[in-house]
């Protein structure tokens, strides 16, 4: 799980339109804003309320934390980011795509370090 500092808070989410960067899988979508400062990124994930309960969307919530949670070390300093998991999706997807999922956002978005 990723540890709570390096989570965005609820007024945090509205991002910055300048700047901002969107990607895409067919689950998934990336949002990310560069920050001003050089302080590790943060994250936040959205899942809609629309069509599940609590647990389901709460479990969907966990998962991506955890693969995101997997970068830790790696992922460059100084940006804001935003997971989104796309209406419709069902909800019984296995970690490793999500996990495969997330790697290939961060992998776009040029959020992963080479070292």
Known sequence: MLS???RL???DIPLPQ???QVFHTERLTLAISPCHDKKPSKFAVLVSKKGKN???RNKMRRRIYEAIGMFRGRIK???RCIFSL???ISS???YHIIFADVTILLKQAGLLCLS
Do not use: E, F, M, V
């Open 86 to 88: 796309k209406k419709g």
């Open 92 to 94: 019984d997807i296995p």
């Open 9 to 11: 808070t609820s007024h």
């Open 4 to 6: 709570k500092h390096l």
């Open 77 to 79: 300093q100084g940006y």
């Open 18 to 20: 300048k700047g901002l």
């Open 54 to 56: 609590a647990p389901t």
